[in-house]
């Protein structure tokens, strides 16, 4: 014997999502999403182990600092500080100008 269909769920849709980081760094969420990635790129490349061989003259302190400032700034471009977004923006701007002219 059957039952009675359950009602069907509402999910919501991606519009009807409202307050993710991207409202409150005053954007859209496409140019959130970049940032974000850019700062993860930021973070990823800082955290590279120093080649001891190759002449750098960063010392492991310099390293660290470095590491510390990029896991800032994903979390600022997380959390939607629009700063911090603003000027990802940018820079992702001038350097999409300079390789597409």
Same mark, same amino acid.
């Given at each position: /014997? @059957?039952? $009675?269909?359950? =009602?069907? %769920?509402? #999910? =919501?849709? #991606? *519009?009807? #999502?409202?307050?993710?980081p991207w409202d409150r760094a005053g954007?859209?969420?496409?140019?959130?999403?970049? +940032?974000?990635? /850019?700062? /993860?790129?930021?973070?990823?490349?800082?955290?590279?182990?120093?080649?001891?061989?190759?002449?750098?003259?960063? $010392?492991?302190?310099?390293?660290? %600092?470095?590491? *510390?400032? +990029?896991?800032?700034?994903? $979390?600022?471009?997380?959390?939607?500080?629009? *700063?911090?977004?603003? /000027?990802? $923006? %940018?820079?992702?701007?001038?350097?999409?100008?300079?390789? @597409?002219?």
């Amino acid at each position: /014997m @059957f039952t $009675s269909a359950r =009602p069907a %769920r509402k #999910v =919501p849709g #991606v *519009e009807q #999502v409202a307050g993710g980081p991207w409202d409150r760094a005053g954007v859209d969420r496409e140019t959130w999403h970049a +940032a974000r990635i /850019m700062a /993860m790129a930021i973070r990823e490349t800082a955290r590279l182990a120093l080649d001891p061989t190759s002449g750098n003259e960063a $010392s492991t302190d310099d390293h660290e %600092r470095l590491g *510390e400032y +990029a896991d800032d700034l994903l $979390s600022a471009v997380e959390k939607g500080d629009p *700063e911090t977004v603003a /000027m990802l $923006s %940018r820079r992702a701007q001038r350097r999409a100008k300079a390789i @597409f002219g």
